[in-house]
């Protein structure tokens, strides 16, 4: 008997925030809301990961904690923790499983991720199609995040391995 394909229904709306989903590729379904807290989560861990900022104590949990108590709405309010709450603060915020130790060797951590290089930034910054090969590419040419958001998309396309799919991503992040 022939093999048939089976009808997939996908969900129309986020479980989460319940906003619409998109259907990018048959494959790909996501949230429309860019402020959906489960993309933001997403976003975040990615950029934490081991491929992109290597910022080892902060894990799935963290993340997801750090973001359901408000503490962190980005990734760039990881780097402002320590202007914005003590260590105590945190403590009481995040609670149960969370003592000064783990906070300090957190906060700890993210300081010590300001070392990382400028490719490393990129591929945690959720552009897509730009994973590690294409931000080491990236960094090498721009050198800085603001040269690279100056560039131009005729500047990018120009690039070995960067596409107009691509490069209107670049643009369009930015």
């Known amino acids: 008997t022939p093999i048939t394909a089976l009808e997939i229904d996908y969900p129309k709306y986020c479980p989460i925030c319940g906003c619409e989903t998109v259907n990018e590729t048959d494959v790909l379904i996501k949230c429309s809301n860019e402020e ?4 933001i989560i997403g976003k ?11 910022i080892r104590s902060i894990g799935e949990r963290v993340v997801e904690d750090l973001v359901l108590f408000g503490v ?16 105590a603060e945190l403590v009481d915020i995040l609670g149960e499983g969370y003592g000064s130790k783990s906070v300090e060797k957190m906060l700890e ?41 100056d560039t131009k998309y005729n500047d990018l396309i120009s690039l070995d391995g960067i596409g107009e799919i691509m490069a209107d991503e670049i643009c369009w992040w930015f």
């Open 36 to 39: 959906c807290s489960a993309k």
């Open 109 to 149: 951590a993210i300081e010590m991720s300001k070392e990382k290089p400028f490719a490393n930034i990129l591929a945690g910054l959720s552009i897509p199609n730009v994973g590690k090969v294409v931000a080491r590419q990236l960094a090498k040419e721009f050198k800085n995040i603001d040269n690279l958001m």
């Open 72 to 87: 962190v709405e980005d990734v760039c309010d990881l780097y402002t923790l320590k202007e914005r709450y003590t260590v």
């Open 44 to 54: 975040i861990i990615h950029f934490c990961s081991k491929d992109c900022m290597d």
